[in-house]
Structures are given as structure tokens and as C-alpha cells.
């Protein structure tokens, strides 16, 4: 079963990884936990019936009998300097190295391993987070849409079920603060970093929260939770700040909403305006103040983190909220997906929904907007279907349903390079890469569309810039700040917000 999934942009992975070497020590401890859980699990299975036991003795007895009859202790056993002769050894001949021997056919086979392990400028990254029976790990693979080739280039091995996973550049380490990085949410309550550029790594590189310490003794009674504590329960949601690059926003089934500072590993707020679990969440994508979140309690909330706990306004939905997301073409707008199917597109400065669709017979949750098409939308859904939606006009038209026989999805991600792909996951048949362009549903319509900027594109930016400015003239500043006057499409940075509420102060003076 495939979780959640996370894109990378091209040209942003090492083109050859780097490769974990462990030391002496190392191996020691990873044997010494190895062994632990080995005896722990050993214990679980003392409890083994009589009746089983007799069966196990038995079937040994059996193989004892067979080694016996066939001398089969004995089989690999060959007299020194005695050379193999018969039919099927004649004309046997040895060669130096496999370059010689004119019957192997896979000389190349090295070759290309090392091929495969080289990661391409044009090449996206796709980390998938999967669960197979007690097996639970995140899945690197390599996707080319110029050569259409899709495999697994590495993978990480997690100690619990993944639940949300988020692309990241952040590093403080390094000089320009970049890297290529995902933060992990799982069943666990803390979040766990990962380096994309490392092959073969056993440990995050750091953790957000506090890892719980597996004991046999009962466990005491939690304390108090402050804002600098983590999370009590899983982690069902996250996402990464592009435009303050160093704050990951994490949503949990303890009803809260976590600001972390990753340039300390530490929890610099702690939010509790949802009154049940908080299934996602997005920043602005030009913002850097403002949070969108959904939760289990039918309501979508965006936030002024500047001051959360009065600059903020919510909606309600038909039911709970599985995915939040900002349009990016048009910043005032979101769209939040129900478990009722229904997907809502919403305007910041009204309480009521711009439309809304009633996209499917089951819950919507994959939602994903084209990266470079305006209005093009794709929802999916556990009723074993995408579908795809247009609203480029305003009002949304139904281009395409598709079946895309992997059981139940559970997520929809676009690719940030290619405007018509799409990846998929659910309950069975591994991941699926799709291109709307290779349907003929999804050519007939979006063949001829311009495709904008992978930003905002500029014809969008005028008109909304006059609008912007013809509210801001009717309000005063006390009402600009609290209908989100901040929320502009020109990318307007704090001090440039505080200085907007300036001027309407002295104007009102001056009145």
C-alpha cells in the first residue's frame, strides 16, 4: 500500500549520490538492536502450543531421516586435485574474465547498474512512502518524462507506517543553506529528516520532536505539553515554507498545529484552533506568514502566524477535510477536499464558496492542481478513479474520469516540471505515473492550452494587482488586517504588509 508521495524538481539531486560506509562500531550496535528485537520477538513466541510442537518434531524427525538416507551432509563435499569429468563437462573450457566468454551475453550488466544509479540533470526524484504487511519504508524513484522511464533508484527503511511526506531544500548546515531533503510523518508523533543525496543510510539525519524510548516498564504520565514540546500522536500532515525556508508547519491527530524552527530542531509554536485531528495543511505559496489547515472537525482555517491566535478565519465543510491546497495561479483562492467527495474552491475575503463540486462517491484524497496550466485540476479518490476537472472560466467542467485499476488511491501529486503529469498510489499495483496528454480525453482538451510560467504567470498578475489595490482603498487598516490584506499575489514581504497598515494608520489620522 502507497501512503503519500513527495516530487522533486529537476536538477536538484546529486548526480551521483553519496554512498553510507559504516564503521566497525556501527555494524556492532545495529547487531546489538538487531539482536534485542530478535529476543523481543522470540518472547512473543514462547506461547507456542503443545500441539505445534509436536508437529515441528515430527517434520525434523522426517528431515533427519532424508539426510540420513541420501547422505546428504555430505553432498558438496569433493576429493582434493580430482577434476569433474562426464558428457556434460566435455569441451569445458575457462576464460580469463566474462569479456572473453562468447556465450555470456550481460557483459554490459555493470555498466549499466551504474547507469541506473547516476541521476540525470533532466530527472525528477518521486519519494513514495509505502507499507507492505510490517515492512514500512520510503521509496526513491527516478522518473524521466523526456525518455519515459520510471524505477526505484534507492530506498529507506522506517520504523513506522508513513503518513505524510514533504520535499525540503533547507540545510544549515551548508554554506547557501540548500540541500534535497524530506520530512517524514508517521504513525510515530515525532518527524524525521531525510538526505535524498545519501544511498543506504539507516539513520535520519535529524529529528523534530522527541523519539519515545522503548521501555518494558509502565509508562508514567505525560506532562503538561508546552510549545516547545512535540507532538503527542501522529503526524498526518506537513509542509515546508518556501518563502521563510527555514519553518516546517507539521498537523497532528493531537488536534495541533506545530511550527518548527529547523535551524535549531526545536518547536517554536504550538497552534490549537482545531477541535480535532488536523489532516493537512499548506503555506501560502507567496506568503510567508500564512497557513492553511484542514481538519477532522469539518472546518478549513488560514492563519496570520504573525499572530494566530486572533488573525484568523475558518470555514466549514460537509464533512472532514482530507486535502487543503492554494491555488497558485490565483493567491486570494483554496480548494479543500471532503470525505463526502466534495472539493470546495474558496475565496479568502468571502465565507462563502466561489463552487464547489461534488467530484466523487468517496472521499477525495488526492488533489492536485497543474503546476503550469491554469485550472487544470485532478482529484482522486478510494473509489478507485481520477478524475479531471477544468475551471480556467471560473465555473469547473468535467473533462475525464479514468479507472485506474490500483484499488483504493489515496494521493494525487503534480509534477512540478511537466504540466500534465501527474503521479498516483493506492492499496495495490505499485505507482503510476500519468500524462493527461497520452489520454484522448485529456489531449482533445488541454492540447491546444498555453501553458504559463512555472511561477504565477503575468498576465494574472495585472488585473489582481488593481484588485488588491481597490480593496485596500476601501478599507481602513484595522478591517485591512483582519480580511488578509497581507495576502497579495506580488509576493509582498512582511515589512512591506506592516508598512501598508502604516500608511492606512496615518491616513485615518490625518481624517
Not at 86 to 96: P, V
Not at 280 to 294: M, N, R, V
Not at 481 to 510: C, H, M, P, W, Y
Request: proline share 3%; hydrophobic share 35%.
Amino acid at each position: 500500500m502507497l501512503t503519500c508521495a513527495a516530487w522533486v524538481k529537476k536538477g536538484i539531486a546529486k548526480e551521483t549520490p553519496d554512498k553510507i560506509e559504516l564503521s566497525k562500531e556501527d555494524v556492532e550496535e545495529l547487531m546489538n538492536e538487531t539482536k534485542q528485537r530478535v529476543k523481543d520477538d522470540e518472547e512473543k513466541l514462547k506461547g507456542t502450543s503443545e500441539e505445534e510442537g509436536i508437529k515441528n518434531t515430527i517434520i525434523n524427525d522426517e528431515e533427519d531421516d532424508a539426510i540420513d538416507e541420501y547422505d546428504l551432509e555430505n553432498y558438496d563435499e569433493e576429493d582434493d586435485g580430482e577434476m569433474m569429468t562426464g558428457a556434460g563437462m566435455a569441451g569445458l573450457t575457462y576464460f580469463a574474465s566474462n569479456e572473453d566468454d562468447p556465450y555470456i551475453t550481460m557483459k554490459n550488466i555493470e555498466d549499466e547498474d551504474r547507469d541506473d544509479f547516476l541521476i540525470k540533470p533532466n530527472d525528477n526524484l518521486i519519494a513514495i512512502g509505502k507499507m507492505e504487511e510490517e515492512y514500512c519504508n520510503l521509496e526513491i524513484y527516478v522518473y524521466n518524462d523526456e525518455e519515459g522511464s520510471l524505477y526505484v533508484h534507492h530506498d529507506i527503511l522506517l520504523e513506522s507506517v508513513p503518513l505524510a511526506v514533504e520535499w525540503m531544500s533547507y540545510d544549515p548546515t551548508s554554506e547557501n543553506q540548500s540541500g534535497n531533503f524530506v520530512a517524514v510523518g508517521t504513525m510515530d508523533p515525532h518527524i524525521e529528516i531525510w538526505d535524498l543525496d545519501v544511498v543506504d543510510t539507516v539513520e535520519s539525519v535529524y529529528t523534530l520532536g522527541k523519539k519515545p524510548r522503548k521501555s518494558k516498564k509502565k509508562k508514567k504520565k505525560a506532562a503538561a505539553t508546552t510549545a516547545n514540546d512535540g507532538h503527542q500522536d501522529a503526524v498526518l500532515g506537513l509542509s515546508w515554507n518556501r518563502n521563510a525556508r527555514n519553518v516546517l508547519a507539521s498537523g497532528s491527530a493531537d488536534f495541533t498545529v506545530k511550527l518548527w524552527d529547523m535551524a535549531q530542531c526545536k518547536c517554536v509554536h504550538s497552534l490549537a484552533h482545531h477541535k480535532n485531528k488536523v489532516q493537512c495543511l499548506q503555506w501560502h505559496p507567496y506568503e510567508a506568514q500564512s497557513l492553511l489547515t484542514g481538519s477532522f472537525d469539518n472546518t478549513a482555517h488560514v492563519l496570520d502566524c504573525r499572530n494566530p491566535e486572533s488573525r484568523t478565519k475558518s470555514w466549514k465543510m460537509d464533512g472532514e477535510i482530507e486535502r487543503v491546497l492554494w491555488d497558485h495561479f490565483s493567491p486570494f483562492n483554496f480548494m479543500a477536499s471532503t470525505d463526502q467527495g466534495t472539493v470546495y474552491y474558496n475565496d479568502v475575503r468571502s465565507d462563502s464558496p466561489v463552487f464547489q463540486i461534488s467530484a466523487h462517491n468517496d472521499a477525495v484524497t488526492g488533489l492536485a492542481l497543474s503546476a503550469q496550466v491554469s485550472g487544470c485540476l485532478v482529484t482522486a479518490s478510494p473509489d478507485k478513479t481520477i478524475k479531471v476537472w477544468d475551471y480556467k472560466e471560473g465555473k469547473p467542467a468535467f473533462v475525464m474520469s479514468k479507472d485506474m485499476k490500483m484499488g483504493r488511491l489515496h494521493f494525487a501529486c503534480a509534477c512540478p516540471d511537466a504540466p500534465y503529469t501527474f503521479v498516483f498510489g493506492g492499496e495495490k499495483d505499485g505507482v503510476r505515473v500519468l500524462d493527461l496528454l497520452d489520454t484522448h480525453a485529456g489531449k482533445d482538451h488541454f492540447g491546444n492550452r498555453n501553458m504559463a510560467s512555472k511561477n504565477v504567470p503575468d498576465q494574472d498578475i495585472l488585473p489582481l494587482q488593481k484588485e488588491t489595490a481597490k480593496v485596500e482603498e476601501k478599507m481602513d487598516a484595522e478591517s485591512a488586517e483582519n480580511a488578509f490584506a497581507s495576502l497579495s499575489l506580488q509576493g509582498r514581504t512582511s515589512n512591506e504588509s506592516k508598512d501598508i497598515v502604516k500608511k492606512k494608520k496615518k491616513k485615518n489620522k490625518k481624517k
